[in-house]
């Protein structure tokens, strides 16, 4: 496998694909942007790709209205979609998200039942029905990986961890709103791990996996980890008040273990310090 079809290469996780499978001697064909990938299907890649990865998405983070994202994301997928039609390509990987809510069992497994909120959950598993659907009438391998919760270096705020990281740098009060509520953590770089790991793998019909750390860690915990890394004392506080429940989220990632050979590598420790780090650059 040597040309690779990327989508959403200059998003968080997309920038750090995009630089690995470089380094490893791929060709890497790009689309249009997310929003011009909206629009209507882009013209058909003059050379065949091997492989496509498609990671392009608008997240709530954008502040867009939820209907506008769910919307956009469709189109999306379904541009995409048809621009491959017929094409030849052997094999297609979907980044897709956590859609499990506040777990009814824990580890989370990939038949969980689902509690989709509106917006850019739901339009993110209409693409991958979508996707995998089409690898059925392509009779090509798909993988839709369900993503946990990833961070690293180049995440920006409001995402909790560089939200952590932005008021230790500030010398402002950590500000908490589910301090207790515990989180499935996974390491970008272990996160591109997993989608190279679909490239090869001899995939199953309809592959889906869950991508997380197989472990638990509070908001709190989080906070006073990065606290210690960077040598601040800056408080905590909760600022949640009445509420629901603390919960507690962590996935069940047996299955890409089995299916994909792959295993997270970067502790949340090694991770969260790398991140800190990284933001010491970025200013």
């Not at 694909?17 to 249009?32: C, H, M, N, Q, V």
């Not at 209907?67 to 094999?91: D, K, P, Q």
């Not at 689902?114 to 917006?119: D, E, I």
Request: charged share 25%.
């Amino acid at each position: 496998m040597e040309r690779i079809l990327l989508t959403g290469h200059s998003g968080f996780v997309g920038s750090r694909l995009l630089a690995s499978l470089r380094t490893r001697g791929f060709e890497i064909l790009t689309f249009p942007e997310t929003l011009d990938l909206a629009l209507a299907p882009p013209p058909r890649p003059e050379s065949t790709p091997d492989a496509v990865i498609h990671l392009a998405a608008l997240t709530p983070q954008t502040g867009k209205p939820e209907a506008e994202i769910g919307s956009v994301n469709t189109r999306i997928t379904r541009n995409l979609l048809e621009s491959l039609a017929g094409g030849g390509t052997g094999r297609i990987v979907y980044l897709n998200t956590n859609g499990y809510g506040i777990p009814r069992y824990l580890p989370v497994d990939e038949e969980h039942p689902l509690q989709l909120r509106p917006g850019y959950q739901e339009s993110k598993y209409a693409g991958e029905e979508m996707t995998l659907d089409f690898a059925d009438r392509e009779k090509i391998r798909a993988a839709s990986l369900r993503l946990f919760n990833p961070y690293g270096p180049g995440q920006r705020e409001p995402f909790l961890i560089p939200a952590i990281i932005g008021a230790i740098r500030r010398n402002r009060p950590i500000e908490l709103k589910e301090p207790e509520s515990r989180r499935d953590y996974v390491y970008v770089d272990d996160v591109v791990a997993a989608l190279e790991a679909c490239l090869e793998a001899d995939l199953p019909k309809r592959a889906i996996y869950n991508i997380g750390s197989g472990e638990a860690r509070s908001n709190r915990e989080i906070a006073e980890l990065l606290r210690g890394i960077a040598g601040s004392d800056v408080p905590v506080r909760d600022i949640g008040g009445p509420g629901r429940a603390a919960y507690e989220v962590r996935a069940d990632i047996s299955r890409a273990g089995r299916e994909l050979g792959w295993t997270p590598r970067v502790g949340i420790r090694e991770g969260l310090r790398a991140a800190w780090e990284a933001s010491g650059d970025e200013r």
